[in-house]
């Protein structure tokens, strides 16, 4: 299932390269998962690749699907659908690995495809605590209202916080 895409390099809603001055605490990487649209803070996102080969890995939940050896490191790939309960679907030519760094270790989330990067300030940002399960932390972060567009926006270390993803020592050396 290889795919020929280059690495995405990120850029700021005015197309132009993100900056140090920029305010990467109100950007959100946007990407889709069927019809709906989600973020993640752009702080935590080192980059975007096609999908490659997986090697799969034994006694992990479904919608851990295995690891990917991108340039020397060994990262494992959580696929977002299955982690949220949607229904599988094939990988396709726009399909993609968000490669993040949650905590000190590297994560790559699947998804169907990413959209942009939104900048959102906070005034924009409806809190998590509105859409109930206040009392335990959510995956949601908040929702983003751009426009007339809203996307749900993730809380990444939170989505992969369970241990899941942790690998056998063996493997992740």
Known sequence: MANDTADATLTRPDGQPLREADNVDEMYLTFALGAEEYGV?????????????????????SYIKGVINL?????????????????????????????????????????DGVSEVLEIPPSQVD??????????????????????????????SVLVADGDINLPADIAA
Request: proline content about 5%.
């Open 71 to 111: 340039r020397g490191k060994v990262i494992p790939l959580m696929d977002v659908r299955l982690r949220f309960g949607m229904p599988e679907r094939a990988y396709d030519e726009r399909t993609v690995i968000i490669v993040m760094d949650v905590g000190e270790a590297p994560v790559g989330l699947i998804v």
């Open 41 to 61: 803070n752009i702080s935590g996102v080192t980059e975007i690749v096609g999908m490659q080969r997986i090697m799969s890995i034994p006694d992990v939940p």
């Open 127 to 156: 809190r998590h605590g509105q859409f109930g399960r206040s009392s335990t932390r959510s995956v949601i972060a908040g929702i983003g209202r751009i426009g007339d567009r809203v996307a749900v926006l993730l809380d990444t």
